[in-house]
């Protein structure tokens, strides 16, 4: 996949999905993959207490700085590019975070349909 190309899941242009904290496999700020991307990190999500607090549970804490890797730790309301895999497992756990359909990569589709990626898609007010 050419990641310069690549294309979000309704088929437009992948927009960032966060620069702070800088999010991506590639950590371009967008959620671009590719073939060293074993975890299909694809999913743009906008995180909440109940995510992350499933996710530490499961094993992967993603709540906690690891100044080590120059991760700073999420809160609630931060984006952040997820494994498609991941976001499959919180939502059969009724964990699943918001997800930014134009910044979630098209990638994501081989593993999530986008039914079910729109179902829990941010809904922006005015």
Known sequence: MDIENEKNVLGG???????????????????????????CHAVCV??????LDYSKSV????STPMDA??????????RWCLCALRWKEAY?????PIVILESTSEAALQYISRGVLE??????TD
């Open 46 to 51: 906008q995180v909440t207490d109940t995510f």
């Open 13 to 39: 242009e992948l927009k960032p999905c966060s620069m702070d904290p800088l999010t991506g496999f590639h950590r371009t700020g967008r959620c671009q993959t590719g073939p060293h991307d074993h975890g």
């Open 69 to 78: 890797y120059g991760f700073p730790g999420l809160k609630a309301g931060d």
């Open 119 to 124: 179902e829990f898609a941010l809904v922006e």
């Open 92 to 96: 059969e756990a009724g964990s699943a």
């Open 59 to 62: 094993g992967n804490d993603l």
